[in-house]
């Protein structure tokens, strides 16, 4: 089986994909109310297409054993697919580029960190959730409309996933 | 100073206010990715109206000193505005029902703990954003478009809150 490592997760590596939904000074940010907090302003670009709504979701994610074996990705055709860690722990991300089919050669695997969200351009393919270490929790922003909005599609090869 | 002391959030006590967004069995849920994630499906109704979009932000709040001086609210007419906290601790929401002028004798407090977000209802009063304990991160739905989407009324007695 070939085998991918995890890269780190980093808004410049992963903008083919979408965006990383992190605390970041190079994000647009200013003091609110009273100066008591931070606003990091409008990190993802949620977009539930033009006849869908954006949704608020909690997903409860059980732990992948690694080495992890990725046979299948899906893909949102018609809208954005955002997921931020609500305790705290690392998780995989595997993606390949949006397009008809995802190319074997194409898929990227990066480690978040618990304090980095991603968020799925629409038509991106990438792996269903992959928690590590314990059950975690993900609040999640996608979309619900009329259509079909979830495509799956086997690889013809197995990759294995390893940390480092 | 007139006090009230914090009650615990609840998804029925908040109902006039908007939703909780938290995990629970009263919420509609179901299995996916092959068994190996829960989802808490639509927990809030997201909101941007007609003319806006929802985006997504992350405020870090400096915590507040308790008991705690209540003296404004604001709103959000345009707009629903949801509040996740990322860092797992508790934090405080002061609330009073939408309409011209929060009522000093309809505000509501409530103390949420670390797995319960909370969104408000477009025009619903509240307090700015109160973490305790430490500095807190938090994901926030709210909206972006045309048109003033932030009013602020002073209190005319402030309130003082307490834990218990």
Known sequence: MRTLRAAPLSATAFAPFGEVIEVSDAAHHYPING????????????DPGAEGRAIVSIFRAKPRALPFAVRMLERHPLGSQAFMPLTGRPYLVVVAPAGDA???DALRVFLAQGTQGVNYAPGVWHHPLLALEAVSDFLVIDRAGP???CEEAALAEALGIHLA
Chains 1, 2 share one sequence.
């Not at 100066?35 to 949620?46: F, K, P, Q, V």
């Open 147 to 149: 259509g079909e909005n």
């Open 35 to 46: 100066g008591t907090t931070e606003r990091y302003h409008d990190l993802a670009n949620i």
């Open 102 to 104: 995802p190319r074997p």
